[in-house]
Nanobody, 119 residues
Framework: QVQLVESGGGLVQAGGSLRLSCVAS????????MGWFRQAPGKEREFVAR????????YYPDSVKGRFTISRDNAKNTVYLQMNSLKLEDTAVYYC????????????WGQGTQVTVSS
């Protein structure tokens, strides 16, 4: 089992920044690729960013590319999401997920942290 706990969400004005953190426990953190997802009210969960176990390779959808940066510190069992130039449409609950290296799906999820962007 892997336990994931997100933090860092909050209320921010459009154009501002937030940094989310997700701390993992229970298994060897570096065995897992990590991802961030978000879900807005009435919408499906959306992929936001992914980082390989080594931290060397990252992936982003076009909607956040150039504004969001995912990183990880395997010594601290933590993955981060730096969000800059936030837009109203970034408002959502943000979740981190863990996917065992080579697996097709994410097996573990955090409880989520709310990000609200105001005008």
């Amino acid at each position: 089992q892997v336990q994931l706990v997100e933090s860092g969400g909050g209320l921010v004005q459009a154009g501002g920044s937030l940094r989310l953190s997700c701390v993992a426990s229970g298994r060897t953190f570096s065995y897992y690729d990590m991802g961030w997802f978000r879900q807005a009210p009435g919408k499906e969960r959306e992929f936001v960013a992914r980082i390989r176990w080594s931290g060397e390779i990252t992936y982003y959808p076009d909607s956040v590319k150039g504004r969001f940066t995912i990183s990880r510190d395997n010594a601290k069992n933590t993955v981060y999401l730096q969000m800059n130039s936030l837009k109203l449409e970034d408002t959502a609950v943000y979740y981190c997920g863990a996917r065992f290296v080579g697996a097709d799906k994410y097996d573990y999820w955090g409880q989520g942290t709310q990000v609200t962007v105001s005008s």
